[in-house]
């Protein structure tokens, strides 16, 4: 356990918590480019619990912001652990068990950690309940029973926020409310914000095998045009 009490309660940058620095890293280089310095191999948590993990910052700025247990992974395999009673907010991508993977397996894994991607500005953030964004992988036997939530603007699933290239979602699921409070844009047609219970946004040329899931989260999206 890193922090005590009820994450409910945890507000933003709350000083008197102790912040989780994240595994591996992203350094912001210029305008949407940064530099990877990424978690490779396998994270077995031996079925063992991990609590109280609070990670806030209120900048909103997505250029240097990746968080989660991992901040980046790839070619990795996260599996066999329980994240509770934690909180991860902030701009950019943000997720429970990581804000950005590449080629990444995440197998057997339960959260209830609360995730806000706070970002207000004119790109989006992107949160998700295992994984903010992933790129190629799978996701299997995994459960997120945690809030999910964008700020002004977001791509946000109870699963994960945005998936590119080829990814696999299997026996999973999600009891976790996922609300966008965007009100800018259709959600879903006009390509603006998207909102969904396994994944927010599936970008062009993806490919993804959902099955054997379920989702029994509300989905929320304040869009002008919500569909």
């Known amino acids: 356990t890193i922090n005590t009490g009820d994450a409910k309660t945890w507000g933003v940058n709350d000083s008197s918590l102790k912040q989780w620095t994240p595994i591996g890293n992203w350094v912001h280089t210029e305008g949407y480019n940064g530099t990877k310095y990424p978690f490779k191999g396998t994270f077995d948590g031996c079925n063992y619990s991990i609590s109280g993990i609070y990670f806030s910052d209120n900048s909103r700025d997505w250029t240097g912001y990746r968080n989660g247990l991992f901040r980046c992974v790839e070619d990795a395999t996260i599996k066999n652990v329980r994240l509770l009673n934690s909180k991860i907010e902030g ?83 999600n009891s976790g409310a996922v609300t966008s409070t965007s009100n800018h844009g259709n959600t879903l047609s006009e390509g603006g914000y998207y909102v969904g219970g396994f994944a927010g946004r599936l970008a062009s040329g993806c490919n993804l095998k959902l099955r054997d899931s379920l989702n029994v989260g509300t989905v929320t999206s304040f869009a002008t045009k919500s569909v």
């Open 91 to 173: 701009g950019g991508y943000q997720g429970a068990f990581a804000g950005d993977a590449t080629n990444t397996m995440f197998q057997n894994l339960y959260s209830d950690v609360i995730v806000n991607a706070l970002f207000d500005g004119s790109t989006a953030g992107i949160a998700g309940g295992i994984v903010a964004t992933l790129n190629g992988g799978e996701i299997s036997n995994c459960w997120n029973a945690g809030n999910i939530q964008s700020g002004t603007k977001g791509h946000i699933g109870g699963i994960v926020g945005e998936v590119l290239g080829t990814v696999s979602i299997s026996n999973c699921l």
